[in-house]
């Protein structure tokens, strides 16, 4: 590990077009390599985006190979560049919302887009915030993890067994939470919530603690800029009456806003996660292989859409 980190290291230095494309030929031979999380990524395009063909999906999967690969080296220049190049190369769009996260308890909504570290960057050389990670098994990539996170200004890190104490804390303190709660983490805290209409389990703790704390929610996404230069990060509007009453429906919300995002870069999301692995009572695994065959068929019986574009 500590050889890895060290090559990072070293390739922090390269100019981002050529890390980049290092990063995406690398994610070319994971895409071949990697079968399992092959078969996860295109089992997950076929719940969620039926009407493409398979030859769309494998390229699409392809694509989001290269992106996740480049997103792993390219974080040589999150965790080590000089702040002046960073500066150059994250594209802040339309700035970081200071004033309005100032006057109240925030949330920072940021989906598994692989670049998600890239907004944590951009917040974290404006203000302080909090968020949740894993910690690592090994313990100098976790430092080195943890360091590369905290360089700018104090970020505080919880872990899921901390609990949400530290998070009302955090918000209390005027410090904005980030927040992914876009992945399956079993049934525990979290409902069956449509995600691209298959029935997902949605954590509905963002809504809760918004409605516990009357914080507001900012979506802040990051993505790659066109020809490797560098990212963007767009701040949205903060949502208006959220949560309200209902629980489901705010985490309703949630789940389509991120699907409308999802469709403007197809290939940065998150798509070698199992998103659909807890399900329904009765319902079957979908990513067993004879699962993966019969979402085929019905794909296939449906007529396909034109190619979702390139990220």
Known sequence: MKLLLCMMWLLHWLPLPV???????????????LKKRRHIALTN?????????????????????????????????????PEARLRRLIRVEPAVPKAAMAGRPTILLCPHFVC?????????????ASSMYVQQKNDTFDQVLRTGRERFRPVRLFTRQDGIKPILRALRDGLPYFMLPDMDFGPKDAEFVPFFGIPAATLTAMARIAAATGAQIIPVIATFLPNYQGWRVKY???WEDYPGPDILAATRKMNA???????????????????????????PCVYAHEAAEEIEIQANAAEPLAPVPSA
Do not use: N
Not at 119 to 125: C, D, E, I, L
Not at 257 to 283: C, M, N, Q, S
């Open 19 to 33: 890390l980049g494309r290092i990063g995406a030929a690398v994610g070319s031979l994971l895409f071949l390599l």
């Open 116 to 128: 998600l570290d890239v907004a944590g960057v951009a917040t974290a050389m404006e203000i302080s």
């Open 257 to 283: 806003f991120i699907e409308e995002r999802v469709l403007e870069a197809p290939a940065e999301y998150f798509w070698t996660h199992k998103r659909f692995k807890t399900r329904p009572p009765g319902a």
């Open 236 to 238: 949205y509007p903060a």
């Open 45 to 81: 395009l076929r719940l969620c985006l039926p009407k493409l063909s398979e030859a769309e999906r494998t390229a699409l999967a392809r694509r989001h190979f290269q992106a996740y690969s480049r997103s792993v080296w390219e974080r040589a220049i999150l965790w080590w560049a």
